[in-house]
């Protein structure tokens, strides 16, 4: 059993950044995909990026490629996502994920979710 939190969001204005944290339980965090998604206000939960076990491979949303970062510290089993230039679009609630079977877009790929941090961006 994992289970996951995360930290750091709040409001911002746009162009501003922000820097997500998810903190994992459990001993095996290295072996753990893991993955960052969101949802905004009325809408479903998207993927925003995705990072494996060893930090050496990771995946962006076109949306945030060039702009948000993800990266893991398996010794702190914490995950981050950098998020930089923000836009009012990026409002929504941002949620850290784990998966036992390698990382992907796909929601049920995942096993274990955090809570989920708001990011709020204004104009």
């Known amino acids: 059993q994992v289970q996951l939190v995360e930290s750091g969001g709040g409001l911002v204005q746009a162009g501003g950044s922000l820097r997500l944290s998810c903190s994992a339980s459990?001993?095996?965090?290295?072996?753990?995909?893991m993955g960052w998604f969101r949802q905004a206000p009325g809408k479903e939960r998207e993927f925003v990026s995705a990072?494996?076990?060893?930090?050496?491979?990771?995946y962006y949303a076109d949306s945030v490629k060039g702009r948000f970062t993800i990266s893991r510290d398996n010794a702190k089993k914490s995950v981050y996502l950098q998020m930089n230039s923000l836009k009012p679009e990026d409002t929504a609630v941002y949620y850290c994920a784990a998966s036992t079977k390698g990382i992907g877009i796909e929601e049920n790929r995942y096993d274990y979710w955090g809570q989920g941090t708001q990011v709020t961006v204004s104009s």
């Open positions: 990072i494996i076990g060893s930090g050496s491979v990771s």
């Open positions: 459990g001993r095996t965090f290295s072996s753990y995909g």
